[in-house]
Structures are given as structure tokens and as C-alpha cells.
């Protein structure tokens, strides 16, 4: 028979040896970013003051801010969507993403809201990198809203325990080179791979994609593990931590790193990232 403290580590949701729970717990705190809905993946959020921001449609169905002021459609659906979330909120706190309080915009589009610079202690996301054609782009966005020495903390779907267990782990040079080419949204050379994985061989989206087109936001553009996470948040950011938290709910890669960019990659894209933006001009 198993003693007590043997059970309680076959029970531990992360599956690689990290203390990864323990630096979410002592950096994700303060002024807090919630990009994309709920993120209940290891975050305290005791610690946090949230505030959400959201990607237009990126819970794939209508987003509303402000209250009845962006109403689209008729009014049934936003009500019972708010009302939904209200009640889940009393319940559950600031675990649950609102609607009515979020921030809209495209996170690859955040650079040109100034009013989002340096905003937030720390960021953090779930179920949101792999949805985007350009996941360096995307990471520099965060840097951009998260104060120089804070944190970011994403979870992302583990390709083995999902619909893209069929596909390939992304490289890190795919990576780099979506970014050198400035992948957008438009980008169309994933959509078949993902069909194949998600509505072909595994079916689970085949009714999903029935209402929802092969194209950004609504499919995977890249797939992850645990060990292209680990290389291409340490090709950009320090201090990284990785792990891979596994429990009835979740099956994600989760990452937690400082929000300084590497003086080697600032330097190596200098030409690039002036391309993308002048905000990275001549610093980090």
C-alpha cells in the first residue's frame, strides 16, 4: 500500500520535475492581463486584480463590451450570455472571464494601443498561442502590455492529449520564419493539416467546423509539447520555466517566464522587429 505523501505525488497535476507551481504563485500577482477567457491553469487568483482582454470572436461567438453599448444581433443571446456569466462570477470570482469588462482588440494588434504599454504586472493566457499564425508576433504583443521585469504564464494545448495528435510538433524554425515573414492571419498553408488532424481523423471539430470556417481564429495554426514550448519561449524570454499539467479538465503545456527579451534575439532581428514596429527601434 502506498503511504500517504507517495499518493499525493502520483496525484500531482504537473508531469516534469519543476517548481513551476511555486514561481506562478510568487510572479503571476498585481495588475494581471487575462487574454482570451478563463485561465485556471496553477494562477492564485487572490493575488490578482484582473482585467480581461479579449480577441474579437475569440471565444468563437459574439463579444460584447461595455454592456448593451456593442450589442450585435438580437438581444436573447447577449442576454443569456450575461446573465450566465454574472452568476458564474458571484460563484466562482475573478477564475471567470466577463464579457462586459474586457478590452477588445486582436492581441497581434495590441502594439498599436499605447494606452496597453507597460500596463500590466503580468500576462497571462490559455488556449490561445496555438490559434495564431505568427506565436513570436504574438509573444512580443504581450511584452509589449506587461512591465519590463514582470511575467508571462500561458497554458497551451499539449498536442498528445488533443485533436492534433495526429500532426507534428511546430519547429522553432517554422517559428522563426512565420515571424520573418510576417505571417498573418491570412496565412492559409495550416489549414489543411489541421483538417486532416481535427476534422478527419479525430472528428471531434467536425461539427464545430460545420459553423466555423478552416481559418484564423478558429484553427490550430501550430501545434505544441513540452519541448518546443521550452525552445522557443528561451529563444525569446528569460528565466523560463516549463512543465506539462495533466488532469480530467486540463492537458496543457504550461510556461511561465520573465518578461525581458533576450539581448541575443533583439539583436539578431533588430532589422525585423523595427520592420513589425517602430517601438523596438534601436532597445528592447
Request: hydrophobic share 35%; proline share 3%; net charge negative.
Amino acid at each position: 500500500m502506498k503511504n500517504n505523501q507517495t499518493a499525493k505525488d502520483d496525484a500531482r497535476p504537473l508531469l516534469l520535475v519543476t517548481d513551476i507551481d511555486r514561481r506562478v504563485n510568487e510572479h503571476i500577482r498585481g495588475t494581471v492581463g487575462r487574454v482570451g477567457g478563463s485561465v485556471n491553469q496553477l494562477i492564485n487568483y487572490r493575488h490578482c486584480s484582473i482585467e480581461d482582454i479579449n480577441i474579437p470572436d475569440g471565444g468563437f461567438g459574439k463579444v460584447f463590451s461595455n454592456g448593451l453599448g456593442n450589442i450585435a444581433g438580437s438581444l436573447y443571446p447577449f442576454l443569456k450570455r450575461f446573465i450566465r456569466q454574472e452568476i458564474m462570477y458571484v460563484v466562482q470570482g475573478q477564475k471567470v472571464s466577463r464579457d462586459r469588462k474586457t478590452v477588445i482588440l486582436d492581441m497581434h494588434d495590441a502594439y498599436r494601443k499605447s494606452e496597453l504599454h507597460d500596463r500590466y504586472d503580468s500576462t497571462i493566457s490559455s488556449n490561445l498561442l496555438e490559434h495564431s499564425p505568427n506565436p513570436i508576433w504574438l509573444l512580443l504583443n504581450f511584452y509589449l502590455i506587461t512591465r519590463k521585469g514582470g511575467y508571462q504564464f500561458h497554458a497551451i494545448p499539449h498536442y498528445r492529449y488533443t485533436y492534433d495528435r495526429f500532426r507534428e510538433p511546430t519547429t522553432l524554425e517554422h517559428f522563426i520564419t512565420d515571424f520573418e515573414k510576417r505571417s498573418d492571419a491570412s496565412d492559409m498553408s495550416h489549414a489543411e493539416d489541421y483538417r486532416q488532424s481535427a476534422v478527419e481523423k479525430d472528428g471531434w471539430q467536425r461539427k464545430f467546423h460545420d459553423r466555423y470556417p478552416l481559418e484564423y481564429p478558429y484553427i490550430h495554426f501550430h501545434v505544441f509539447d513540452e519541448i518546443n514550448t521550452k525552445a522557443l519561449l528561451e529563444f525569446m524570454f528569460e528565466d523560463v520555466v516549463n512543465d506539462v499539467f495533466k488532469t480530467d479538465e486540463y492537458s496543457d503545456n504550461v510556461v511561465i517566464f520573465k518578461n525581458t527579451l533576450k539581448r541575443e534575439f533583439v539583436e539578431k532581428y533588430k532589422r525585423i522587429l523595427s520592420q513589425y514596429s517602430e517601438l523596438f527601434d534601436g532597445n528592447s
